[in-house]
């Protein structure tokens, strides 16, 4: 079990998404990657991250849609 705390990172954009991901982790951080809205929603309410890093523009759903049925369910931070 890891005392880091989870980021899961959501964008399509895989140059954006490295980025981010590299700077998370060199930061202390445990991070996952996910590059579709639905399946980003699905991992977020199986197993809650402590932040989600969440673009706006995404296949399957968007970041917006992401973040309204999110908000139906829990509390997770959210940096758009």
């Known amino acids: 079990m890891t005392d880091k705390q989870r980021v899961l990172v959501v964008d399509d954009d895989p140059t954006v998404s490295d980025v981010v991901a590299r700077y998370l ?4 951080f445990a991070v996952a990657v996910v590059a579709d809205g639905k399946v980003a929603l699905d991992k977020i309410l199986g197993d809650p991250p402590d932040l989600v890093v969440l673009d706006l523009m995404l296949p399957g759903l ?19």
């Open 25 to 28: 982790d060199h930061a202390g």
């Open 62 to 80: 968007d970041g917006l849609e992401v973040f309204r049925q999110l908000r139906e369910h829990l509390p997770v931070p959210v940096i758009m």
